[in-house]
Each structure stands twice: as structure tokens, then as C-alpha cells.
């Protein structure tokens, strides 16, 4: 078990679902880490579950509803880390805003997320 498998939550039609992608995308291009399609670890695709089960897994939630957390935890898979989007934004003066294309406080949000799980990766 030493890769890390990067599940963010779907978030569509919320900003702070993309602000959960982007976040992943950027930890996946400074890092080692895989991302996978949430949608494969809730339908049981073998080989989705296969990665799970070899995987430090960490979930990016946008919403305080955690649906990447929960479907980990229903495949009864340990998380190794566990980030809210809703709940990192507290106490920060960003606004993310946008679905498709966020704006600059998303994109902001986005990589000081990024950064805080890189940091929580290696510790």
C-alpha cells in the first residue's frame, strides 16, 4: 500500500464540488498520487475496488452530504484522509464561484486545499 488514490465527490452543479476536482487535479500533477472516478467505487467495478484496496485513500467532499467519504466507507475501505471543502473554506475570505470554469477565489481555494493535503500526504 503506497500509492494514494485521490477520490473527489462529483459536486456537479456546485462550486465547491469543482473547488473538490481541481484541488485533486492538482495534487495528481505534483505528486504520485491516481484519481479515479467516485461513480466506479459505488457501481463495485472490480477493478476500481481492486485500486481501493491497494490505495491510501483520500477523499475530497465538497458538500457537508461527504458522498466520497461515505461510498469508501460502505466498500468498507479505511480513509486515510478525509477533507471538506465547506468546512476548509471557514475563516478564509475566498468566494469560489462558477461550475465549468471557477473564478479566481475558487481557483485560490483550490490550491490551498491542494497544498494542505499534499502537506497531510507525507506527514
Do not use: H
Not at 32 to 53: F, H, Q
Not at 65 to 70: D, G, I, M, P, Y
Not at 79 to 85: E, S
Not at 95 to 107: F, M, R, T, V, Y
Amino acid at each position: 500500500m503506497n500509492k494514494f488514490l485521490i477520490l473527489p465527490c462529483s459536486g456537479i452543479g456546485k462550486s465547491l464540488g469543482s473547488v473538490a476536482r481541481e484541488a485533486a487535479y492538482i495534487v495528481k500533477e505534483r505528486t504520485d498520487a491516481i484519481i479515479k472516478c467516485l461513480p466506479r467505487i459505488t457501481v463495485g467495478e472490480k477493478e476500481a475496488l481492486d485500486l481501493l484496496n491497494k490505495s491510501k485513500i483520500i477523499t475530497i467532499d465538497g458538500c457537508p452530504e461527504e458522498c466520497a467519504l461515505k461510498n469508501v466507507q460502505f466498500s468498507n475501505v479505511e480513509v486515510f484522509r478525509a477533507f471538506r471543502v465547506g468546512k476548509f473554506i471557514r475563516g478564509k475570505k475566498l468566494k469560489p464561484d462558477g461550475i465549468l470554469e471557477l473564478n479566481e477565489d475558487g481557483k485560490k481555494l483550490a490550491e490551498l486545499l491542494a497544498e494542505k493535503i499534499i502537506g497531510e500526504m507525507y506527514e
